[in-house]
């Protein structure tokens, strides 16, 4: 009897305790005209509940409270707005005081003249210098070949084999980049930035926990080989009589070049174009590949226009821009596998100073997480939104254009390198649905939150078409 009653004592304090903590966590971020929501645990927020029920989370939420909400999550207390207008709005305005918002680790590790970690005119200045190199005419020039002759080798000998999918499209969009920067080759110097780089990505998704063994702590290791490595790079190509046609070529080039950077500034600006391309690229073709074996329909469509341009061509002629141009139910996959997997569920910001949003106050320094998953479900937009259905695209040419299209952001920020991506995605699928033809091997689990991710590979039995 005394035991039972230590413990129901012992149960009873513990639930005071909870809830007084859960109380003080509130009245500490209690501020007139905050919008409703709950900040769960002291520094732990709400981060187990986002993670755990994903975008479930947010739709408990905005059931609860309406589609902007306030909570804590990712370390810190968090405006979440699930609202298209003021998405729209916080993306438009970012002179007002909406700034990119990402975390720590991240800001650290990717460098401070990384893209991200910029503002004002210095934003527009790497902007324009990035722009640049990835312009229309630099794709049709310069990049377009390089991808070409890179997914041939790429693709070249998959015939009889199990491959992971995820892997291989990981592998293909780093080293297509690698090869259009500084025409950097499959060999010694990719084989010795490919584990740094993974490392890198793996650092900015961590805990910002300066210790050994930490995957931050190794992220920033791996950024500093990264840094070396190019800056040897650089040096070379100073030392060298030699002439290079590649983006590395263009961001040293000292005549005639409307943006000077100094090397840390080329550096950064290198990891900005491999890091902002490499998960986005390697998912959206993943995916494609699922969404394609599973729509027989639609890859029948997408083959017949990728056969349709092989037939104009040599066998050797590489993909040129008019062939880029005539894929336009690849670009529609491209679309709908982007909408369907939301490979993007939203951008961070964060505020400069206390504002006031939709009657709301956005306190200075919160962050904004501008959630803008649930608008590619959205039944208004999307007739039969859960449905792969690339055809879509073509029949409402607007929907690329329409206000509430984010999956490749808006406003100052959008992806600069949409119509780069969009030419290695179609280069990718053009050598692998004209060579091969695959399925499944069966069993392997697919993520959608917080990223889209197999766990354990998405593995495919390949053989010749
Ligand atoms: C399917 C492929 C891609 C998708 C879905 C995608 C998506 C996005 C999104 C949603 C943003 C907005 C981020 C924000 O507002 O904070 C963004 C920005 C950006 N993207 Fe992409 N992206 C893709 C490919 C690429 C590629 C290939 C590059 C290579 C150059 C690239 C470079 C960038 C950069 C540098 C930014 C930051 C722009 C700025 O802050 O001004 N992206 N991308």
Known sequence: MAV?????GAVVVVLCFCSALLRWNEVRYSKKDLPPGTMGWPVFGETTEFLKLGPN???????????????HILGCPTIVSMDPELNRYILMNESKGLVPGYPQSMLDILGKCNIAA????THKYMRGALLALISPTMIRQQLLLKIDEFMRTHLSDWNHKVVNIQDKTKEMALLSSLKQIAGIESGSMSNEFKPEFFKLVLGTLSLPIDLPGTNYRRGFQARKNIVRMLGQLIEERRASQETYQDMLACLMKQDGNKYKLSDEEIIDQIITILYSGYETVSTTSMMAVKYLHDHPKVLQELRKE???????KRPEDPIDLNDLKSMRFTRAVIFETSRLATIVNGVLRKTTQDMELNGFLFPKGWRIYVYTREINYDQFLYSDPLTFNPWRWLQDKRLESQNYFFIFGGGTRQCPGKELGIAEISTFLHYFVTRYRWEEVGGDKLMKFPRVEAPNGLHIRVSSY
Do not use: P
């Open 4 to 8: 039972l009653m230590i413990v129901v």
């Open 57 to 71: 989370f947010m739709k408990n939420q905005r059931a609860r409270y309406g589609s902007i909400f306030k909570s």
């Open 118 to 121: 910029v503002h004002g005119s």
């Open 306 to 312: 990728h056969l349709a341009i092989r037939e104009r």
